[in-house]
């Protein structure tokens, strides 16, 4: 078990430093030159221009800038934003409570939505509850999460005006009022964008949930649990329920990346001050250093949750616990 | 809407049904493809795709207006849909059905073949790496891993803001590019299981190259999961390139594709939220009918429900 960890957690470095190598060497391979490009305010002064490239060793051998990279790297320094003047580290430490909070609601209600949905369906199964839920959740599935999001934003934002367009919390009053004022507050505000993010999850967690029901209902202690005269209910929800639980730990660990990655968008269209949208604007403005080190968090939680969902497979399921390389191969859908 | 444009948005609609019709005339014939449309989605899939894709091929008979000229930025903007502007205009005053119908070229266009390189690249990739095993398999899954670890929308977001804009062929061969990890891993999965079995043990016992047999005898085999997620991908790549369009670097304005149209309309969204709307529902359709249609093909293909 021991050995094998220090092999996936070996390998899992391996991944994010080629993805990191990866998007250096993009960025390297880019046309552009910062003294044609300058900050959008004309050619800058030839002079100033020339000691800027030496000082961030613009005019070093590609080799050694990316050694240099790597070391600063190696060291937690994540390097610093020219757009934002100021280190990346803290443009991020600011950003990520944000992006946290949306993105532990979304998956809230990712699962306990979805979950429920694909539980009710299997008990259900080829009854009219099912069948009307199996197509409404292939729509949801199917819908472009920005594009939900804005139909949200227009219906409850704008004609019924239940929740605020955008923004994380209220500028004004918050400060002023209590922390109970501001707790709220930043719920009212999270709803729109945590139940965009999250019910487009929550379809593909239903359809997800139904189809390991439906998978564990023709294996033989099913039918065994059945034969012995168990009322339905118990056959659904304790054996059925319990041995498809386990697939949704692989879905739990898919989802994981998707959080940053999919939050790109919806954080754009809510101006949510998150790490997506920290992302996006620096995209936009060519801050490669910001847009270097999100690429570095979103592969260590795609790496992270792959291994995460091997190990929690591993406590929940005796079956697999983990010999050798027969561990589960998580194969992305 | 002139008549013409009627005529054709008519003709579209009796054709796609038609087309079903036909096609599950002739599935009846085969046990598979009834299996197929015992669906009621998956023959619905078929329909909304086959009008899309007409809609598409015969865009300049179904648009009425250019999609890129703005005929009267002033008294025709924001127009509601109507029988004139079925679709409305934009805040450009452009015909949105008109965007709508010459989108569909842009959008479908990208999607199918952005999903072909995906999927003929990972095909490739993944049964090379589960025929020959060995170290050609540990590279190439390796690299997969890598791949399947890289955050697609910031690499492509990155690419793209990088060479500013990228033409049409750049921006599918992008997307293209870095689709085809989670297809490449799928055939190669199949791919081992199949290279034990008889007949490709006979093969390579004929002295067949290995390149005939992998061409002519594995991957001709392992079609059905291949086919499935290349009807997934079509989704996928399509929904990229929305957000791609949607956060302004992807196709590039005024040429409409649906992305883009959605980003038009964002702005107007409290005003005239037919812009944002109508594209919107179409890639949702377009990518639940996909969806559906690849449930369908995954029952259809399915040997296991084959009768004995």
């Known amino acids: 078990m021991t050995a094998w960890l220090l092999r996936?957690?070996?390998?899992?470095?391996?991944?994010?430093?080629?993805?990191?190598?990866?998007?250096?060497?993009?960025?390297?391979?880019?046309?552009?030159?910062?003294?044609?490009?300058?900050?959008?305010?004309?050619?800058?002064?030839p002079a100033v221009c020339r000691s800027l490239i030496r000082q961030f060793a613009l005019d070093q051998p590609v080799l050694v800038q990316y050694w240099r990279y790597l070391v600063e790297l190696a060291h937690g320094n994540l390097g610093y934003s020219f757009a934002l003047h100021r280190p990346v580290w803290d443009a991020l430490v600011d950003t990520m409570p944000f992006t946290l909070q949306l993105a532990g609601a979304a998956l809230l209600i990712d699962f306990g939505l979805g979950l429920a949905l694909g539980i009710y369906q299997a008990w259900r199964l080829n009854r009219l509850p099912d069948v009307v839920l199996g197509n409404v959740t292939l729509f949801v599935y199917s819908l472009p999460t920005f594009w939900l999001g804005l139909i949200l934003l227009l219906l409850f934002g704008e004609k019924l005006r239940l929740f605020p367009v955008g923004g994380a919390s209220d500028p004004v009053l918050c400060p002023l009022v209590d922390s109970f004022y501001c707790l709220a507050d930043r719920i009212w505000h999270m709803v729109l964008p945590a139940v965009t993010l999250g019910l487009v999850g929550a379809a593909g967690t239903a359809r997800f949930q139904r189809a390991a029901m439906l998978e564990v209902a023709q294996q033989d202690f099913v039918r065994t649990a059945r034969a012995k005269g168990l009322p339905e209910r118990r056959?659904?929800?304790?054996?059925?329920?319990?041995?498809?639980?386990?697939?949704?730990?692989?879905?739990?660990?898919?989802?994981?990346?998707?959080?940053?990655t999919g939050a790109v968008l919806v954080e754009t269209i809510f101006a949510w001050p998150g790490m997506?949208?920290?992302?996006?604007?620096?995209?936009?403005?060519?801050?490669?250093?910001?847009?270097?080190?999100?690429?570095?968090?979103?592969?260590?939680?795609?790496?992270?949750?792959?291994?995460?969902?091997?190990?929690?497979?591993?406590?929940?399921?005796?079956?697999?616990?983990?010999h050798e390389d027969a561990v589960v191969d998580i194969v992305t859908a | 809407?002139?008549?013409g444009s009627w005529l054709a948005l008519v003709v579209a609609i009796v054709l796609s049904a038609?087309?079903?019709?036909?096609?599950?005339?002739?599935?009846?014939?085969?046990?598979?493809?009834?299996?197929?449309?015992?669906?009621?989605?998956?023959?619905?899939?078929?329909?909304?795709?086959?009008?899309?894709?007409?809609?598409?091929?015969?865009?300049?008979?179904v648009a009425p207006l250019d999609p890129i000229v703005q005929p009267d930025p002033v008294r025709l903007k924001n127009h509601a849909p109507s029988l004139t502007f079925l679709m409305g205009t934009d805040v450009f005053s452009r015909d949105v059905w008109s965007r709508f119908a010459y989108g569909a070229r842009v959008s479908l266009g990208i999607g199918a073949l952005g999903a072909l390189i995906a999927v003929s690249l990972g095909s490739c990739v993944g049964a090379v790496a589960g025929y020959y095993r060995r170290w050609v398999d540990a590279i190439l899954m390796r690299g997969v891993d890598i791949g399947l670890a890289l955050p697609r929308i910031f690499i492509v977001l990155m690419a793209v803001a990088l060479w500013d804009r990228l033409s049409f062929a750049w921006l599918t061969l992008v997307i293209g590019l870095t689709s085809w990890f989670a297809t490449s891993r799928l055939v190669r999965a199949?791919?081992?299981?199949?290279?034990?079995?008889?007949?490709?043990?006979?093969?390579?016992?004929?002295?067949?190259?290995?390149?005939?047999?992998?061409?002519?005898h594995v991957l001709p085999n392992a079609a059905a999961p291949i086919i499935v997620s290349a009807a997934l991908s079509v989704g996928n790549v399509l929904l990229l390139e929305a957000s791609l369009s949607f956060l302004g670097i992807g196709v590039a304005p005024p040429r409409p594709s649906w992305g883009n149209m959605i980003a038009d309309g964002a702005v107007t969204i409290y005003t005239a939220p037919w812009t944002t709307l109508f594209a919107g529902l179409a890639i949702s359709l377009v990518v639940m009918s996909l969806n559906a249609v690849a449930d369908g093909l995954r029952d259809a293909l399915d040997p296991r429900q084959d009768p004995a």
């Open chain 2, 190 to 216: 199949e791919v081992l299981a199949l290279r034990e079995r008889d007949f490709v043990v006979a093969a390579r016992a004929l002295g067949v190259p290995s390149s005939r047999v992998i061409f002519g």
């Open chain 2, 1 to 3: 809407m002139t008549f």
């Open chain 1, 276 to 322: 997506g949208r920290l992302t996006v604007d620096a995209i936009l403005r060519r801050d490669y250093a910001i847009v270097t080190a999100a690429a570095l968090i979103a592969s260590s939680l795609v790496v992270a949750g792959s291994l995460i969902a091997d190990l929690l497979l591993g406590f929940a399921d005796p079956r697999i616990r983990v």
């Open chain 2, 18 to 61: 038609e087309v079903v019709r036909w096609l599950r005339h002739r599935a009846l014939r085969h046990e598979r493809w009834r299996r197929f449309f015992r669906h009621p989605t998956a023959a619905w899939g078929c329909g909304i795709l086959t009008f899309l894709i007409i809609v598409a091929i015969a865009a300049p008979l």
């Open chain 1, 8 to 45: 996936r957690l070996a390998a899992s470095v391996a991944i994010i430093f080629a993805v990191v190598t990866f998007v250096f060497i993009l960025i390297h391979l880019a046309p552009g030159d910062p003294c044609i490009v300058g900050t959008g305010e004309g050619v800058p002064d």
């Open chain 1, 235 to 260: 056959v659904v929800l304790h054996h059925q329920l319990r041995n498809a639980l386990l697939s949704v730990i692989t879905r739990f660990g898919l989802t994981l990346p998707f959080l940053l």
